[in-house]
């Protein structure tokens, strides 16, 4: 039985390499769509009420990015820019409620002042765990990430 079901498997394998290479594709593929144009809008979503972490199977970012060992010299150029610096605050803010600031795993972006009515978008680079969710995930694909200077980053001993 796994022999008839492996050739099945091949058979339409090779149907659909040969129909995509005529540019035709199979009708039943999945069809995929970036990831950053399926995020939704912040009145469409709930927003989520983390349970603070309890430091034994939980545990906040920046212990999660110092467990990483992540490691970067003070003088080596940005990895992480903008391409427009007023679209996290001017537009990223009030139609997604600023995203970065929970799709990042290590927390580097954040926005600061919102309290007080000022708000201003931060970049914590020197977090960064080279995970590259920013540039993918972000709606306006305003992030620009670079492969940052060797030697630095998280350095993962045990791997």
């Known amino acids: ?41 912040a009145d ?34 940005i990895h992480l820019t903008l391409k427009d610096p007023n679209i996290p605050i001017d537009y990223n803010l009030p139609l997604y409620d600023e995203p970065a600031q929970r799709y990042c795993p290590a927390g580097v972006y954040e926005v600061v002042g919102q309290d007080e009515g000022n708000p201003r978008f931060v970049i914590n680079a020197q977090n960064c765990v080279h995970c590259k969710t920013c540039d993918i995930k972000d709606p306006t694909q305003n992030i620009n990430w670079v492969v940052p200077e060797g030697g630095g980053g998280p350095n993962y001993p045990n791997m």
């Open 44 to 77: 469409q979503c709930v927003k989520p009420d983390y349970p603070k972490p309890d430091g034994v199977i939980s545990f906040d970012r920046l212990s999660s990015v110092f467990l990483s060992n992540t490691n970067h010299e003070e003088d080596q150029p």
């Open 1 to 41: 039985m796994a022999k008839f079901g492996g050739t099945v498997g091949t058979l339409i394998a090779g149907v659909d390499m040969w129909m995509r290479q005529l540019g035709i594709g199979l009708p039943f593929t999945l069809k995929h769509k970036a990831d950053h144009t399926k995020l939704w809008r």
